[in-house]
């Protein structure tokens, strides 16, 4: 007769894996409701030296339906691609593209000029440039 044991632990590695891939897929909670796609777009961060860069890639958006915003200490992009209403009638055999709001939100992890950012939106590329605050600027001393 074989001996079974239970074991608790292995059950919750379970468990943890199922949430994990719940929410995986990128669908996440803010501000009281579901927000959308966290990971709907590719984003590159590079700091230079008086800036931190950040680069998305948001092909087949408008400029219009694209929004940045500064919160804090993090950088929120959020873009919207609203449903097409030409599409009564049609009989998909297959449909993948995808409607509805994505944004990444991204922790700068250092203080930058509010008032000085910029962003520009050419060929689905977002660019947004962060120039960095006096304290997080790199500074030099002088050893005596």
Same mark, same amino acid.
């Given at each position: 007769?074989?001996?079974?044991?239970?074991?608790?632990?292995?059950?919750?590695?379970?468990?943890?894996?199922?949430v994990?891939?719940?929410?995986?897929?990128?669908v996440?909670?803010?501000? #009281?409701?579901w927000?959308?796609?966290?990971?709907?777009?590719?984003?590159?961060?590079?700091?230079?030296e008086?800036?931190?860069?950040?680069?998305?890639?948001?092909? #087949?958006?408008?400029?219009e339906? !694209?929004?940045?915003?500064?919160? #804090?200490?993090?950088?929120? !992009?959020?873009?919207?691609?609203?449903?097409?209403?030409?599409?009564?009638?049609?009989? %998909?055999?297959?449909?993948?593209?995808r409607?509805?709001t994505? %944004?990444?939100?991204l922790?700068?992890?250092?203080?930058?000029?509010?008032?000085?950012?910029?962003?520009?939106y050419?060929?689905g590329h977002?660019?947004?440039?962060?120039?960095?605050s006096?304290?997080a600027?790199?500074?030099?001393?002088?050893?005596?």
């Amino acid at each position: 007769m074989a001996l079974v044991r239970w074991d608790p632990f292995q059950e919750l590695v379970g468990l943890q894996n199922t949430v994990n891939r719940m929410f995986g897929d990128g669908v996440v909670w803010r501000e #009281g409701e579901w927000a959308g796609q966290a990971c709907g777009f590719p984003v590159d961060v590079w700091e230079e030296e008086d800036a931190v860069m950040v680069k998305a890639e948001l092909p #087949g958006f408008k400029q219009e339906d !694209i929004n940045v915003d500064l919160l #804090g200490g993090e950088l929120v !992009i959020r873009a919207e691609r609203r449903e097409e209403k030409e599409d009564k009638g049609k009989s %998909y055999l297959r449909r993948e593209s995808r409607e509805g709001t994505f %944004y990444r939100a991204l922790s700068l992890g250092m203080r930058v000029k509010a008032d000085a950012v910029s962003a520009t939106y050419r060929d689905g590329h977002l660019t947004i440039r962060l120039p960095k605050s006096e304290e997080a600027l790199p500074k030099r001393i002088e050893i005596k």
